[in-house]
């Protein structure tokens, strides 16, 4: 039988962390989400002033990197590149920028969502989270 490392609650509470601090400096109101590698939800941390939305939506984005092992940015562009096809794809909602895998030793053990600012920002909160880790 094979292994692998997991997340444990100290790892998502620093993801957490990790993440609203830096949201915080950069005054972005938004949602993060940390998910396992089936794309559950470990951990919601919603910050003032973000969208009701965004609750939705962060975890959606995580739960997307986690179950196509590639950061949901992948599927926006396949998407914007014509392929409306995959709007169909079961089980993924958050096909939007903004949803980034945990990556241990070659395998994904979960995924951070954030929503409420640009794309882009959304995706460097997430990366400040992992960041935490040191992996």
Request: proline fraction near 4%; charged fraction near 20%; glycine fraction near 12%.
């Amino acid at each position: 039988m094979k292994t692998k490392p997991v997340l444990s609650l100290a790892d998502v509470q620093a993801i957490l962390s990790a993440a609203e601090k830096h949201a915080v400096q950069q005054q972005w109101p938004v949602t993060i989400s940390v998910v396992d590698d089936g794309g559950h939800l470990l951990g919601l941390q919603r910050l003032d002033g973000a969208a009701p939305i965004s609750a939705q939506i962060s975890p959606a984005k995580a739960r997307t990197a986690a179950l196509g092992r590639r950061e949901s940015r992948i599927y926006e562009e396949t998407i914007n590149q014509g392929r409306v096809s995959f709007l169909s794809a079961p089980g993924l909602e958050g096909m939007l920028e903004g949803g980034v895998p945990v990556i241990v030793d070659g395998q994904v053990v979960g995924a951070v969502g954030v929503s409420g600012v640009k794309s882009t920002e959304d995706v460097e909160v997430a990366r400040a989270g992992i960041a935490a880790l040191k992996l």
